[in-house]
């Protein structure tokens, strides 16, 4: 038994059955603790009041959204380079559970800018790019949706994820560029509160949870993926005719 | 502990709108995620299956 | 490998050449877009002034999307892409030329009408000429990252609204830097920064984006 075994859309179809239980409870349960610690263990800031218990949501989505692009271009780049199936179910199950992140760390951004900083939205650096980033995975889903050759959209899609992911530490840089010379650039998320160790065990959980909740998501997503594609196999129709 | 009373809690110093918008937005897309999830992955069995059904029943008509 | 390169050249250019309705339209969007923006925020010269390095850059990148469009279709749809992909010279000479190409069709009718444009939004001459250097320097990106949602696109359906949605944010750091450096003008803050960074991601594009274009046009032509 090695680690190839797997990388066979049947076995991995198996070893995802398994697995999807153990993350599937996990994110539950890490989530309830890191939500415990956001509102019963943190201390009021003296600050920002109770508003700044957004930033136990906040923070992970944008964590996320960043990682599961990242790691979308990783099963990308091993698709391209080795042929390997499995890589680009991988980086397709991946794609909405990112963009939901990103929408996730917008909303939050909007919700605790305005109690903050007075308005929905403003210019800054972390949003903007965060949006860009939005921008980049509606561009890769519907750039899927809109091929209908599996092998093809496999490859265009993680061209695609690939340029992006060279793009995005440039349009980052630039963005706060653009910012820091527009206005000053008084306004940091991360630097208003003065972050205390609970917090940042919160926000860490909270994290965590999120990594549990993707993975479990993905490998739902990629099974569904497996079977479809796989349907003429005799494994794939012993198992629809069994399940 | 950090509150006082339940409504306290859930009035957050003024700013539960913004910390309960937050959070039962996110709340809210991970749920319409797992029942679409859920959905499409029924459906997709269902097809794959009358496919099938559909398949070996052209087979039996053949020979 | 010279030669196969301008080859391509000279056959792109030939054929825009008798067609040449087909890139005036790119121009004329680019000025009408351009045009209608005095028409939406009112005519006051200080305005104008300020918006205008922005407003010509976005009118620029949307220009450049709707040739782009074009960049491989026509050779798709005879079947000469094919034969040239499977010929034995490399076809990221083959995009590399194609991106070429669509520069100079594009691109430099651009950088002639674009003062003209900066009159009507009462830039300066310094920064016109600014304009007009951080359009140099700018649009070669829009051309060669184009090429590949070209590529990414061919032959699907609704393939020109796509390779819009695709392709714009990688467009993001060419759209501050050029009109960033405008800016930075006017503001009296000097423009080097801007146009060396704008440099910097046109050498960049130009070495990175032939070769994934070529990729993403052998994936779609398979």
Same mark, same amino acid.
């Given at each position: 038994m090695n680690l190839y075994t797997y990388a066979s859309p049947a076995n991995f179809y198996v070893l995802a059955g398994k697995l999807i239980p153990w993350f599937s409870w996990g994110a539950g349960l890490l989530a309830v603790w890191g939500l415990y610690i956001s509102f019963f263990l943190a201390p009021t800031d003296f600050q920002q009041s109770e508003a700044?218990?957004?930033?136990?949501?906040?923070?992970?989505?944008?964590?996320?959204?960043?990682?599961?692009?990242? &790691?979308?271009?990783?099963?990308?780049?091993?698709?391209? *380079?080795?042929?390997?199936?499995?890589?680009? @179910?991988?980086?397709?199950?991946?794609?909405?559970?990112?963009?939901?992140?990103?929408?996730?760390?917008? %909303?939050? +951004?909007?919700?605790? +800018?305005?109690? @903050?900083?007075?308005?929905?939205?403003?210019?800054? *650096?972390?949003?903007?790019?965060?949006?860009?980033?939005?921008?980049?995975?509606?561009?890769?889903?519907?750039?899927?949706?809109?091929?209908?050759? &599996?092998?093809? +959209?496999?490859?265009?899609?993680?061209?695609?994820?690939?340029?992006?992911?060279?793009?995005?530490?440039?349009?980052?840089?630039?963005?706060?560029?653009?910012?820091?010379?527009?206005?000053?650039?008084?306004?940091?998320?991360?630097?208003?509160?003065? @972050?205390?160790?609970?917090?940042?065990? +919160?926000?860490?959980?909270? *994290?965590?949870?999120? %990594?549990?909740?993707?993975?479990?998501?993905?490998?739902?997503?990629?099974?569904?993926?497996?079977?479809?594609?796989?349907?003429?196999?005799?494994?794939?129709?012993?198992?629809?005719?069994?399940? | 502990m950090e509150w006082a009373s339940w409504s306290d809690f859930w009035h957050m110093a003024g700013y539960g709108l913004y910390v309960w918008g937050s959070f039962g937005v996110t709340a809210a897309g991970v749920l319409i995620e797992v029942i679409l999830l859920k959905r499409a992955g029924a459906d997709t069995r269902r097809r794959l299956k009358r496919m099938q059904q559909w398949a070996t029943s052209l087979e039996g008509e053949g020979q | 490998m010279h030669r196969f390169l301008l080859a391509v050249l000279r056959r792109d250019l030939t054929l825009a050449a008798r067609r040449r309705g087909d890139w005036l339209i790119a121009q004329f969007f680019f000025v009408m877009v351009a045009s209608l923006f005095p028409l939406g925020v009112g005519p006051e010269p200080e305005m104008l002034a300020r918006i205008g390095p922005g407003v010509l850059w976005v009118a620029a990148t949307l220009a450049s999307l709707l040739s782009l469009t074009r960049l491989f279709a026509d050779d798709h749809h005879d079947g000469s892409l094919e034969h040239m992909v499977l010929s034995p010279e490399p076809t990221v000479l083959l995009v590399l030329g194609k991106s070429i190409a669509h520069w100079l069709i594009y691109g430099v009718p651009l950088l002639l009408i674009a003062p003209v444009l900066g009159i009507q939004f009462h830039l300066s001459w310094e920064a016109i000429m600014v304009l007009e250097l951080s359009l140099l320097l700018g649009t070669p990106i829009l051309s060669l990252l184009g090429s590949v949602g070209a590529a990414l696109t061919l032959g699907l359906r609704g393939g020109g609204v796509l390779l819009t949605l695709l392709i714009l944010p990688l467009y993001i750091p060419a759209l501050i830097f050029g009109a960033g450096a405008v800016d930075g003008v006017m503001a009296g803050t000097g423009a080097e920064a801007h146009l060396s960074l704008l440099g910097a991601f046109m050498v960049l594009s130009l070495m990175i984006a032939p070769w994934i274009a070529a990729a993403a046009l052998r994936v779609s032509l398979e």
């Open positions: 700044y218990r957004i930033i136990f949501i906040h923070v992970p989505a944008a964590w996320m959204s960043m990682f599961i692009y990242l &790691v979308m271009a990783f099963w990308g780049a091993i698709g391209l *380079a080795f042929n390997t199936r499995l890589s680009f @179910m991988m980086a397709r199950a991946l794609a909405p559970t990112g963009a939901l992140f990103t929408f996730i760390a917008l %909303w939050t +951004g909007a919700l605790w +800018g305005k109690p @903050m900083w007075g308005a929905w939205w403003v210019w800054d *650096a972390r949003l903007t790019s965060e949006l860009i980033l939005l921008f980049l995975y509606v561009g890769i889903i519907a750039l899927w949706a809109a091929i209908d050759d &599996v092998r093809r +959209g496999d490859r265009a899609g993680s061209l695609l994820t690939l340029i992006g992911a060279i793009n995005v530490p440039i349009i980052y840089f630039s963005v706060k560029w653009w910012n820091t010379l527009h206005q000053g650039s008084s306004i940091n998320l991360m630097k208003a509160p003065s @972050m205390a160790a609970i917090m940042l065990q +919160g926000m860490l959980v909270m *994290a965590i949870a999120a %990594w549990f909740y993707t993975i479990a998501v993905a490998l739902v997503r990629v099974r569904r993926i497996i079977l479809e594609r796989e349907r003429q196999t005799d494994w794939a129709k012993a198992i629809l005719e069994n399940e | - | -």
